[in-house]
């Protein structure tokens, strides 16, 4: 089936710290995988994105890494700050192209 | 260049009544994509258009809901016979690719949030 599955729900980690967030993906055909942020009352918004052909890529604090064997790929934020907290959705396309999000995860970072 | 645009923001109905979104997508882009969100829950796919043409609704409830992409204008979520569970925040987004295995981001709007009283 079209599935998504993103851990944890919730993660709550102190300012300065690092927060990881996985996603797997049902579909081996999948070629794209982008990370957005929605922050409370907005929309969401891309930060981050890979394609299958790279392993890794990072911006900044933001890294993104990539295992098409096993077909989950991992969003990694190093040195949170408050301002980091918000809901974040892993997403992957199917088939007809649609982008398929996971459940989402609330991050929290303690000041 | 104006993001994709969603109208109305906040729309308030009773009971049986019919909900009309609206979403303009960014110029030059030809797909659009609606999801729904719960609150306190993820996004949820709904359907992907293209001008004149539904791609993928295989996310659409099988009843009172439609949605279409003319070729001149908006493109139109319509829930017809609202119950209190289709309150929800009704997002739309575009990208200027589309089809199988498509890689581009999708750029979302702002959200139409629906109160079924």
């Known amino acids: 089936g079209e599935n998504v599955e993103q851990h944890p729900s919730t993660l709550s980690v102190q300012e300065g710290d690092s927060a990881v967030i996985k996603c797997t993906y049902s579909d081996s055909a999948s070629n794209y995988f982008p990370w957005y942020k929605q922050e409370l009352g907005k929309r969401p918004q891309l930060i981050i994105d890979?394609?299958?052909?790279?392993g890794e890529k990072k911006d900044q604090r933001i890294a993104v890494t990539l295992n098409k064997t096993a077909k989950h790929f991992s969003l990694h934020i190093t040195e949170t700050q408050p301002e980091d907290s918000a809901v974040y959705f892993c997403?992957?396309?199917?088939?007809?192209?649609?982008?398929?999000f996971g459940q989402g995860t609330t991050l929290q970072v303690k000041p | 260049n104006a993001g994709v645009m969603q109208n109305p923001r906040h729309l308030v109905r009773r009971r049986g009544q019919e909900a009309r979104l609206r979403c303009s997508p960014m110029k030059g882009h030809s797909h659009v994509y609606w999801y729904r969100q719960l609150p306190e829950e993820g996004l949820k796919f709904m359907v992907y258009?293209?001008?004149?043409?539904?791609?993928?609704e295989s996310g659409m409830p099988k009843e009172r809901f439609s949605a279409e992409f003319p070729k001149e204008g908006p493109s139109i979520l319509r829930i017809q016979q609202v119950v209190r569970g289709d309150s929800a925040a009704y997002f739309c987004?575009?990208?200027?690719?589309?089809?199988?295995?498509?890689?581009?981001?999708?750029?979302f709007g702002e959200g139409s949030r629906l109160t079924v009283l």
């Open positions: 987004a575009s990208s200027p690719n589309g089809g199988p295995h498509s890689s581009g981001e999708l750029f």
């Open positions: 890979i394609r299958s052909n790279v």
């Open positions: 997403a992957a396309p199917f088939n007809t192209g649609k982008l398929i």
């Open positions: 258009l293209q001008k004149e043409n539904i791609i993928d």
